[in-house]
């Protein structure tokens, strides 16, 4: 038989301190968000990161990419 018992004590500590940094920063949110609240969270991390890396013309392709498969 292999030697499970180390291993779950390990197992047990680092959930214990998964927790407790879950804990201490406040612990998961529940609940839903809007998704304008969500998309307004979001698009400025986005636009700063596509101007940043010149990504435009990839965002520009997928978003045409996307339409057409929707057939807009």
Do not use: C, E, K
Not at 10 to 35: E, K, L, N
Request: proline share 4%; net charge positive.
């Amino acid at each position: 038989m292999a030697d499970t018992a180390g291993r779950t004590v390990i197992g047990t500590r680092r959930r214990r301190s998964v927790s407790a940094a879950v804990d201490a920063f406040g612990g998961p949110q529940t609940g839903t968000r809007h998704p304008l609240v969500a998309a307004a969270m979001v698009l400025p991390m986005a636009i700063l990161l596509t101007i940043t890396f010149g990504g435009w013309d990839a965002v520009v392709t997928q978003a045409s990419s996307v339409a057409g498969m929707l057939g807009r």
